[in-house]
């Protein structure tokens, strides 16, 4: 691992908001959402000219200074009124979940009780890595509808609260702003998973026998016939659904109901006790993401754990139930913790499927069939397999190969 990597990871890691709002931050607060884009620059320049006016001989800025003070100064009666003639009734905030680094948009229904010229939505008071970008002005007739939009741009993984969702109502001439609260919500940001390009280690050796009747569908399928699905490398040819494979020209498979619980057993161990090994939890869960996400394509994911607490999966919901419990794992901090206890992981009803652990460090576990360490000490070096029972992955890229 080289220097760079640690020295990103703590300036990542450093907190950008206090954990209670003291006088400055809420100062803060009040020019992020009272202010419109042309009321910073005003005030600005406020500040600007009261610099200039402490250099000797710059008496002029003092003079734009108190106009522009003046000016400031009538804006409010302005913003007031605006305030108490503008109302709205807002509906349900929606947001959906978004993958880290990438875009959500925020929506809002709202009733307009009077005739608005403008009104917009907007977020604030969020984790500094969610961006609110600047949403576009529209007008409301009296009665009317509407779904307003403000878009999120997201940073890292977790589960975040936007404290503040507001109906944004400029004032008059356009430089103060009444931003109205109509609510809050819960803004999930999944991992990016990494993409499983192939999978020889979940089958490999004599621990692996195993796990491989899980990838041949004919063994493990119930007697209901759910539909069909395109074919995929390992599907028993006596499946092919003949007719698909005439129509489209391509081949298809049926699909069977698969019985409850039965699949691999996925085990994810977040402990991380050291600076390495917080550095390399991203990396880890990124990596659950998609080996769970690849399980349960070919429906082979019969139950999942994150320590000894059992996630309950959807079937139908196409592995959003595991991205969500992802998603909630708290990301390791800088800080120095009580290190938790060196726990064996052992649920409370014993897995009647194989088990794959996923993990920062190995584990002796007699319950454990297969374990994938991430390990990144060695930089890019290819993945390390002392055993066929456990691979050590020194990287973690996008598109891996177990």
């Known amino acids: ?32 959402e009272n202010f419109m884009p042309a009321g910073h620059a005003a005030a600005a320049l406020l500040m600007f000219s009261m610099f200039v006016g402490m250099v000797p001989g710059f008496w002029a800025a003092w003079i734009f200074c108190g106009i522009d003070f003046l ?65 576009d002005l529209r007008p409301l007739a009296m009665g009317e509808v509407a779904n307003l939009q403000c878009r999120l741009r997201v940073g890292n993984r977790g589960a975040y609260l936007v404290p503040k969702v507001a109906v944004i109502v400029p004032e008059v001439q356009g430089m103060l702003r ?51 699905r395109e074919y995929r490398e390992g599907d028993s040819l006596r499946d092919l659904h003949h007719k698909a494979f005439a129509r489209y020209g391509r081949p298809f498979t049926k699909e069977f109901e698969t019985e409850r619980g039965a699949g691999a057993v996925l085990v994810l161990d977040t402990t991380a006790r050291g600076l390495r090994e917080k550095m ?50 708290p990301r390791a901090g800088l800080y120095r913790q009580k290190a938790p206890p060196k726990k064996t992981w052992s649920p409370a009803a014993r897995p009647t499927g ?19 360490v991430v390990d990144m000490r060695h930089g890019a070096q290819p993945a390390e397999s002392p055993s066929d029972d456990v691979l050590f992955l020194h990287s973690v890229p996008a598109e891996v190969s177990l």
């Open 280 to 329: 390399n939890l991203e990396p880890l869960v990124r990596l659950a993401a998609g080996i769970g996400l690849w399980l349960l394509e070919r429906g082979t994911l019969g139950r999942f754990f994150i320590g000894n607490e059992e996630v309950p999966l959807v079937s139908a919901d196409g592995g959003v139930s595991l991205l969500e419990s992802l998603a909630r794992i």
């Open 354 to 372: 194989p088990v794959l652990r996923l993990g920062l460090e190995p584990e002796l576990n007699a319950l454990v069939h297969k374990q994938i």
């Open 1 to 32: 691992m080289s220097f760079v990597q640690p020295l990103t990871w703590i300036v990542k890691a450093i907190p950008r908001a206090p954990k209670r709002a003291g006088l400055l931050m809420r100062l803060y607060y009040r020019w992020q």
């Open 178 to 228: 009444y931003a109205a609260t109509v609510g809050k919500a819960e803004l999930l940001v999944f991992p990016r998973p990494v993409k499983i390009l192939s999978f020889s280690f979940l089958t490999s050796g004599a621990s692996g026998v195993v796990f491989a009747p899980l990838l041949m569908p004919s063994l493990m399928r119930g007697m209901d016939f759910v539909g069909v």
């Open 71 to 135: 000016f400031i100064l009538t804006l409010v009666p302005s913003l007031f009124l605006t305030s108490r003639k503008n109302k709205v009734m807002a509906g349900e905030v929606v947001v959906p979940p978004a993958f880290e680094g990438g875009e959500t948009t925020l929506t809002v229904t709202v009733t307009a009780a009077n005739k608005m010229d403008a009104v917009s939505v907007g977020c604030f008071r969020m984790d500094p890595s969610i961006k609110c970008e600047e949403p």
